[in-house]
């Protein structure tokens, strides 16, 4: 265990280093870049291989084909360079390869404002790509929790055999904190299941848990990473069936887990009359505001997911109690959409603030008092 | 007498399950893995690579399927992408013998840049691109790789685009190995995988191939024989070519032979002296 002053980047990198990074292959974007500066410094100290990549593109590629071949791997972009690595997600998703992205987020639509920040794609790490998936991604809001909630997303991406996301944003990757760094062995760290016999070995064949034993290239398994609807051999089989069959277990895997995946904090929620919703660097300034409202007699709470997909939606309808839910964000009101459907025989307002900083006290106050 | 089976010699190549093929008759993908295994196997052999090491990587088009027919540790990944798959491959376990195999969209069209940069690099992987002018999995539409004028099923009026001369290109940069040969010469294509096979950095080999389900159709050689010796008459073997030889040409003839043969240290002798 050190104690060290870091920014969220650095968390989230220390945090990869910890969980047994070993391949990091990326394409520098603002405000993700120094997150891969401090890789290429100290992983290969570490025993990892950094490389920045031709683009975001063969980045994701590229960190597929290494988790494939046995290490633990990871990127990280912004904006517009995980509109690009969309389709290798997809892939990542089909072939079942545990690898970590921490999306950065910063303004958008296209270039936005590649120095600022918002919470805007929030759907986008949900429905990145074509197809029918479930990605979980987590949503830390301080410099700790980056690094705590980037120890789960490995933990998840081994134990499911899945892409994870880290979704931080330009507030958080450049805002310094105490951070407690853990080591190996302080921290529980999961690694991917390998199968127990050569003979007989299908790549996506999976246990009772629905996930497959994986086996990495070079150790004569003859293993076939494939991207087409494929069977437990990896062969492709283009059949209502087989298709059926890949699909639900993809998604099964992920939502049997629940429980263990989703992970939310709560504050006041016992007694709130009001409970403001919300997460990631915008959360903490909502926190701010439920204890304003709190004193000046408000029955006020916070809900505060960390885990946004997938959503326990009977955690949510079992804890956010209340006549009168708001959902703050960073961007138009996308989580009150779901909020508003899980909770649906309850008032759910949206309190969407646009701002390419740090919303303020005064402008979060603004977004939710029209609302009481 | 009964009719007596026998295996064939490269059949511990292939998952036989999955024969037949879904290549059409006359394609000149199978004389083309033939010979590469042909020469994989003499490594094998000789002892200096084993079967366990070898990783086969091909993107999505007829060729990049060869990838899942070799019974070896194998990934079929998405179109253009096959590169930077190997590439992570790689990096992660530098023990890996990593083979790319895909057709001339796959490579040099939708993951042109990747090769660039795959030649630039001088990274330890070898890419063996089918040429075979069009692409073929989707339908025949135009390729880098079509000649001037060519009508396809995208270029219905001729092809506007001169095309790509890949051989000139990846030579022009940092690849230790760039080889053409043909499937109508498959004792060069053994010999160059082969002599690939021992080498490190970026080796790169050009097959160009026929397809008369989809090509010859448009060209008016829709006969696979027909096809096969209207290539073979047009290909011309030199040692030694020049970088000038290299552009495709049907009717001053197809250069093949090794156009770089080079051992300068691979990425991966720069990153081990870089961790040191």
């Known amino acids: 265990m050190r104690k060290v002053f870091a920014s969220g980047n650095i968390a989230v990198a220390e945090a990869a280093m910890t969980a047994g990074l070993k391949f990091y292959a990326g394409y520098p974007i603002t405000p993700s870049s120094d997150l891969m500066e401090y890789l290429a410094e100290e992983l290969p100290r ?13 980045s994701i590629n590229a960190i597929i084909g290494a ?45 936005g404002v590649p120095t600022k920040t ?75 299941k390998t199968p127990r016999s050569k003979e007989g070995y299908m790549p996506y064949l999976p246990d009772e848990d629905l996930v497959p034993p994986m086996a990495p290239f070079g150790k004569g398994y003859k293993v076939l990473v494939e991207s087409l609807v494929h069977d437990e051999k990896g062969y492709y089989a283009p059949n209502n069936e087989k298709y059926k069959q890949l699909v639900t277990r993809l998604n099964a895997k992920i939502t049997r887990n629940i429980d263990w995946l989703f992970e939310y904090e709560g504050f006041f929620l016992d007694d709130a009359d009001i409970v403001l919703v919300a997460y990631g660097s915008v959360a903490r300034t909502v926190f701010a505001l439920a204890k304003q409202l709190r004193s000046s007699g408000l029955r006020t709470g916070l809900f505060r997911p960390k885990t946004l997909w997938p959503l326990h939606e009977k955690v949510i309808r079992d804890r956010i109690k209340g006549r009168k839910i708001i959902v703050v964000e960073n961007n138009i009101g996308k989580l009150a959409l779901d909020v508003e459907r899980i909770l649906c025989d309850r008032e759910v307002y949206k309190a969407p603030v646009l701002n390419l900083e740090s919303p303020t006290l005064k402008e979060v106050k603004e977004a939710v008092t029209q609302w009481l | 007498m009964a009719l007596t089976i026998k295996t064939h010699p490269l059949d511990r190549h292939l998952r036989t399950d999955r024969i037949p093929t879904l290549y059409c008759p006359g394609c000149g993908l199978g004389i083309g893995l033939g010979a590469m295994l ?50 992570g491959v790689k990096l992660a376990n530098p023990e890996l013998t990593v083979i790319v195999v895909g057709g001339d969209g796959d490579i040099a069209g939708i993951g042109g840049n990747h090769l660039l940069h795959a030649a630039r690099r001088n990274i330890d992987i070898i890419t063996v691109m089918f040429t075979n002018f069009v692409y073929a999995m989707t339908g025949g539409q135009v390729a880098p790789t079509t000649p001037l004028g060519v009508r ?37 294509i053994e010999q160059y995988f082969y002599k690939a096979l021992g080498m490190r950095g970026f080796r790169f080999i050009e097959v160009v191939s026929t397809c ?54 691979g990425f991966i002798d720069f990153l081990r002296g870089g961790n040191k």
């Not at chain 1, 490389?51 to 063969?58: L, R, V």
């Not at chain 2, 506007?160 to 940069?173: A, F, H, N, T, Y």
């Open chain 1, 67 to 111: 988790s494939n071949a046995g290490v633990k791997s990871m990127t990280a972009t912004s904006g517009p360079g995980l509109s690009l690595m969309a389709e290798g997600i997809g892939l990542a998703v089909i072939t079942e390869t545990p690898i970590v992205i921490a999306h950065v987020m910063r303004a958008g639509p296209s270039t």
């Open chain 1, 118 to 192: 918002t919470q805007s794609d929030i759907f986008m790490v949900r429905w990145l790509t074509h197809g029918d998936y479930i990605i979980p991604s987590f949503a830390p809001w301080s410099v700790q929790e980056a690094f705590d909630l980037t120890i789960k997303a490995f933990n998840t991406s081994e134990k499911l055999r899945t892409p994870v996301f880290i979704l931080s944003d330009a507030i958080l990757a450049h805002v310094w904190e105490p951070l407690v760094v853990k080591e190996p062995g302080e921290v529980e760290i999961i690694e991917r």
């Open chain 2, 38 to 87: 042909r020469g994989l196997q003499k490594r094998i052999d000789e002892g200096s690579i084993s079967p366990d090491s070898v990783v086969w990587v091909g993107g999505i088009g007829c060729s990049a399927r060869l990838s899942f027919y070799v019974n070896y540790d194998s990934a079929h990944v998405l179109h253009g992408r096959a590169i930077p798959f190997a590439v």
């Open chain 1, 46 to 58: 570490r025993g990892g291989v950094v490389i920045q990549m031709e683009d975001e593109i063969a």
């Open chain 2, 152 to 188: 396809t099923t995208t270029t219905p009026h001729g092809n506007p685009e001169p095309p790509l001369d890949v051989v000139k290109v990846v030579s022009s940069l940092n690849a230790n190995y760039v080889a053409r040969a043909s499937i109508t010469t498959p004792h060069y």
């Open chain 2, 212 to 265: 008369p389900e989809v090509y010859g159709r448009h060209i008016g050689l829709r006969d696979p024989v027909e096809m096969y010796n209207e290539l073979k008459k047009r290909v011309i073997y030199k040692p030694r070519p020049t970088l000038e030889e290299a552009a495709i040409n049907w009717e001053k003839g197809i250069v093949i032979g090794e156009y770089i043969v080079r051992d300068n240290p």
